[in-house]
């Protein structure tokens, strides 16, 4: 069993930037991606960035040039979302989780967080 904590969800100014951490713990060892799926009132959930224990990334069109995903040296099974010039559009919960694959993640990950409410005024 995997289990994922988000944190750093919040409300912020159009412009502003907030910064996700998610935390796995449990069974890691075959889970070679982590990322972010967000999810906003009325919408489908929809991949936001990935990254795997190589480094390799996968970001959505939507927030290329703004978001950044970074895993956390020190601990590795966390991963970062730094999310600059922040738009009422970005309104949504942020959903953690995990994977086998990259392909596999991008599909449909194997295990979800709970979910961090990010609020983007105007």
């Known amino acids: 069993q995997v289990q994922l904590v988000e944190s750093g969800g919040g409300l912020v100014q159009a412009g502003g930037s907030l910064r996700l951490s998610c935390a796995a713990s449990?069974?890691?060892?075959?889970?070679?991606?982590m990322g972010w799926y967000r999810q906003a009132p009325g919408k489908q959930r929809e991949l936001v960035a990935a990254i795997t224990t190589s480094g390799t990334t996968n970001y959505a069109d939507s927030v290329k040039g703004r978001f950044a995903i970074s895993r956390d040296n020190a601990k590795y099974y966390t991963v970062n979302l730094q999310m600059n010039s922040l738009k009422p559009e970005d309104t949504a919960v942020y959903y953690c989780?995990?994977?086998?694959?990259?392909?596999?993640?991008?599909?449909?990950?194997?295990?979800w967080g709970q979910g961090t409410q990010v609020t983007v005024s105007s």
């Open positions: 989780a995990t994977s086998s694959t990259l392909n596999n993640f991008v599909r449909s990950p194997d295990y």
């Open positions: 449990g069974r890691l060892f075959s889970l070679l991606a």
